[in-house]
């Protein structure tokens, strides 16, 4: 099956500055990779994903990118503000049903 | 937009006790997931099913069961519910390859 790794575990930035998140999977055959978001106490929420047939992706602060070469991914907000303290998650796709996730990262954006 | 409605937010029951934890989405999605999460553990699935009576055991299923009898409820079950077993759990849906999952609000029990 998959494997999903995810670094750091924890993360702690000052407002303003950028923070960077990175998965890394194991299966060529996975083809999606979403990213949640998941604040105190709240469901997990989709921020952004990102296909295999596509290198970059870009919503207001939040990037993703994809190496499909390397088998890896990465979140990336710039500007932070302290509303984006939260836990993220990033998945992998493998056979179209299951998403294979990391084991996420608390990030703290410090005022 | 998707909605994915747990039927408790706590829940507290005893050792040995048959738990069933409830789960409905109004989006007519074919896939359902349960997953329980622990801190530094993220998420695990347990099981999950991509029809209506279809389960597909995930990376820990051992003491829950599930049922699909219609498609837009999914239904975990504890046998015999044990301390090891306190946790937050997670109902997904998703409607085909390629597409996110959506998550309900959690359930968080407790095994006393």
């Known amino acids: 099956g998959e494997n999903v790794e995810q670094h750091p575990s924890t993360l702690s930035v000052q407002e303003g500055d950028s923070a960077v998140i990175k998965c890394t999977y194991s299966?060529?055959?996975?083809?999606?990779f979403p990213w949640y978001k998941q604040e105190l106490g709240k469901r997990p929420q989709l921020i952004i994903d990102?296909?295999?047939?596509?290198g970059e992706k870009k919503d207001q602060r939040i990037a993703v990118t994809l190496n499909k070469t390397a088998k890896h991914f990465s979140l990336h907000i710039t500007e932070t503000q302290p509303e984006d303290s939260a836990v993220y998650f990033c998945a992998a796709d493998h056979t179209g049903n299951q998403f294979y996730f990391g084991t996420g990262t608390s990030l703290t954006v410090i005022p | 937009d998707v909605k994915v409605t747990q039927s408790s937010r706590y829940l507290v029951k005893r050792t040995g006790e048959k738990v069933f934890l409830e789960c409905v989405q109004d989006m007519d999605h074919e896939n359902m997931f349960w997953y329980r999460q622990d801190p530094g553990l993220g998420l695990r699935l347990i099981y999950f099913s991509y029809d209506v009576k279809m389960k597909e055991k995930g990376d820990i299923p051992e003491g829950y069961s599930v049922s699909r009898e219609k498609k837009e409820r999914f239904s975990l079950i504890l046998e015999s519910a044990s301390t090891n077993q306190t946790s937050m759990y997670l109902c997904?849906?998703?409607?085909?390859?390629?597409?996110?999952?959506?998550f309900g609000d959690g359930t968080r029990l407790s095994i006393l």
């Open positions: 990102i296909r295999s047939n596509v």
């Open positions: 299966d060529s055959a996975s083809n999606y």
């Open positions: 997904a849906s998703k409607s085909s390859v390629g597409q996110p999952q959506h």
